[in-house]
């Protein structure tokens, strides 16, 4: 049973070390406290303890431990604690801003979680050694007490960084067994919750604490068995039962001997640690050398690789070495395998177009007149550059595109004449990087690219760069070719197509309608799919005799709440000839645009606008012959220019929305009369 306790110590230290200790120097750890903590403490509280004879100095005081929250947990985390001083922490653990490092597998880790909490009641259960009454208390004690400590830990997290976090539930749940097993058959079950609760508390504000002083402890061993050891142990005299201690003291007394006890394996614990360890420091390194933490200690501490550690292995020499014409070894049947086949073929793609780069540059340096006669007659714009950024080609076509003549750009800096400023620590970091490792990102590939005129407009290029080798140094070459007229032509097409396609998916809609109501429905919702706009309402006038518009029911509200107020007044509104924006449609009889309507004098509804954050506006009218029988009118929650174009589809739809108004009107006409002759 001892022996257990002593190898759960041991195995405590090595989560606080890992990934970072030699396997030797965790061995000599081992064996250290094997021989020499654990043995000492274990003599000062339970020396004696089953034979009936005290013989140990803090057992005689009546120090009390029931199943090893300062034996076990509290002795291996404080010889961690002095093991993670001397080692320090994992490369990269504490960069700014502090970096977590994540867990391998986290449901393996809830899986060992479970397996702790089951033997765990075997640990607590197992230490009874004569009142076996008092075992079912003892298990629901420390259950209880695991309970809390993870409700508690859970709480935390989730206060402290916004969402529940599992790690932070697993070491709560820990610390609440460390805590309960000083004193599980000395509490009751209320008791036993506040001990576990005061656990996982006592946890996570000593990880917090841990991480301000940038101790690197992996599994938390120092706040869940240490200091929540510590807790246990004292809270077994501040909350547990006198009568059930059988050490004759009251409770300040006993705190003072838990206090002491506590003190007393800290001091030996850690202080012997401390300074054994950190002379063995200094003729073992206790500590792997950062090439062999980067790789990692299942291959540098015992051997051991992976196929996925192989191919990286075999990646990272491509990458080193430059040379893409050897392929990876593939591991059959396998995901790693799987990866290394589209390399490969990744690879073959690299190599095609290396070759063919070369090709082309190879038949570039053989005809160097010819060359310079492609280049000066070029449509593309041609820009060649040396390593230090510096201009040594401009053709012709580079100075239309950019604004700079020839005798101007050559031998100046290439980056403050055409990059854009957002871009120019890129282009330089790019040049010094090549410059170093004969790779670049850009290269021998066609890209989209923003760039500066003469003038200080940016436009938009299709560029590809090629490097060049001329002896020890480079020289690169940029072929550009400005796609300002390409971009502008295709937004238009795409725009014309777009309006086109909603006059299109407008007339079917309304056509399909069997109502005007329905039909200019559909028109609103479409209208206002297309624009993005939220609010969108029709008028209509009773016959062409009106003078005023009266305001529908109809209305498209991308959220009815927000604009309520507003549709309230407008159906208390009426509008004639000239007045507000559907009064100007109804007395221009065409389609009216409003940028901001809210500064408009002449726009009624300019007050409960501003209020309500709608901006911009345009209606437009529906006509049946000459006059205007409809108005459709469209917001925006923001300014907008005017759109020429728009007005004059809008005018079409209206011209559409006019015929299906005149057919619906006719085809009701008919069936009044019908029913009248019927009649």
Same mark, same amino acid.
């Given at each position: ?67 090893? @929250?300062? =034996?076990?947990?509290?002795? %291996?985390?404080?010889?961690?604690? #002095?093991?993670?001083? $001397?080692? *320090?922490?994992?490369? &990269? ?59 508690? @830990?859970? =709480?935390?997290?989730?206060? %402290?960084?916004?969402?529940?976090? #599992?790690?932070?539930? $697993?070491? *709560?749940?820990?610390? &609440? ?59 077994? @005299? ?17 705190? *003072? ?423």
């Amino acid at each position: 049973f001892q022996l257990t306790f002593c190898g759960t110590a041991t195995t405590i230290i090595s989560g606080a070390v890992a990934e970072r200790m030699r396997f030797g120097g965790y061995l000599i750890i081992a064996l250290f406290v094997s021989a020499g903590i654990y043995p000492v403490i274990g003599h000062w509280i339970w020396g004696g303890k089953f034979e009936g004879h005290p013989s140990g100095w803090l057992q005689q005081m009546g120090f009390l431990d029931f199943a090893g @929250a300062t =034996v076990v947990h509290s002795t %291996a985390g404080w010889v961690a604690l #002095a093991a993670i001083l $001397i080692i *320090g922490p994992r490369h &990269g653990r504490f960069t700014t801003p502090c970096k977590t490092i994540k867990g391998h597998n986290l449901p393996l880790s809830a899986l060992g979680l479970f397996l702790l909490s089951v033997g765990w009641l075997g640990f607590n259960g197992g230490s009874i050694t004569s009142d076996s009454q008092s075992l079912p208390l003892v298990l629901v004690n420390t259950t209880l007490a695991s309970s809390a400590a993870g409700i508690i @830990a859970l =709480v935390y997290a989730w206060r %402290a960084t916004g969402r529940p976090n #599992a790690i932070s539930v $697993i070491n *709560g749940i820990l610390a &609440g067994l460390v805590a309960i097993t000083a004193s599980a058959p000395f509490m009751t079950p209320a008791t036993s919750l506040l001990v576990g609760a005061g656990g996982g508390l006592i946890c996570m504000l000593t990880t917090r604490l841990l991480e301000h002083w940038r101790l690197d402890d992996v599994i938390g061993a120092i706040p869940t068995h240490a200091c929540a050891g510590v807790w246990g142990t004292v809270a077994l @005299a501040l909350l547990g039962n006198i009568e059930e201690w059988g050490t004759g003291h009251d409770r300040l007394t006993q705190v *003072g001997v838990q206090l002491t006890g506590s003190l007393s394996c800290f001091i030996w614990a850690f202080g012997v640690s401390f300074l054994v360890l950190r002379i063995l420091h200094q003729f073992v390194p206790l500590r792997v050398s950062p090439e062999e933490e980067h790789l990692g200690l299942n291959m540098t501490e015992h051997g051991e690789s992976t196929a996925l550690l192989d191919l990286l292995g075999e990646m990272d020499a491509h990458r080193a070495g430059g040379d893409f014409s050897q392929t990876v070894s593939i591991e059959p049947h396998t995901e790693v395998g799987q990866i290394a086949t589209e390399y490969n073929r990744v690879l073959n793609r690299v190599n095609d177009e290396i070759q063919n780069r070369e090709h082309a540059i190879q038949a570039l340096q053989e005809n160097r007149d010819e060359i310079r006669l492609i280049i000066e007659h070029a449509l593309d714009g041609i820009i060649g550059i040396n390593l230090e950024g510096i201009v040594t080609t401009w053709n012709p076509q580079a100075a239309n595109i950019f604004g700079w003549p020839q005798e101007r750009i050559i031998g100046q800096s290439l980056t403050n004449a055409i990059i854009p400023p957002q871009y120019r620590k890129a282009h330089a970091e790019g040049l010094q990087r090549f410059a170093a490792t004969k790779q670049g990102t850009i290269v021998n590939q066609r890209l989209t690219l923003t760039a500066l005129h003469h003038h200080g407009h940016e436009f938009p290029i299709e560029l590809t760069i090629i490097p060049i080798s001329q002896g020890s140094t480079y020289s690169f070459y940029a072929f550009v070719r400005d796609l300002t007229e390409q971009q502008r032509t295709e937004e238009a097409l795409q725009q014309e197509t777009n309006l086109m396609q909603l006059v299109q998916h407008v007339a079917i809609a309304a056509n399909e309608a069997t109502s005007v109501n329905e039909a200019f429905q559909a028109s609103l919702d479409r209208i206002c799919a297309f624009t993005g706009w939220p609010v969108a309402h029709v008028y209509f006038r009773e016959d062409e005799q009106a003078i005023n518009l009266t305001p529908s029911t109809l209305w498209h509200l991308d959220n009815p709440e927000d604009f309520h107020i507003f549709r309230k007044l407008t159906q208390q509104t009426t509008f004639s000839a000239g007045v507000g924006l559907p009064g100007r449609v109804l007395e221009r009889k065409r389609a009216v645009w409003i940028s901001d309507i809210t500064q408009d004098p002449n726009f009624p509804r300019a007050h409960m606008a501003d209020e309500l954050g709608i901006r911009g506006g345009f209606a437009f009218p529906v006509m049946i012959g000459n006059a205007v029988m409809s108005i459709l009118e469209f917001f925006s929650r923001s300014v907008e220019p005017p759109n020429p174009r728009l007005l004059d589809i809008m005018e079409i739809i209206g011209t559409q929305l006019g015929r299906v108004l005149e057919r619906k009107r006719g085809e009701l006409a008919r069936q009044e009369s019908d029913a009248r002759i019927r009649g």
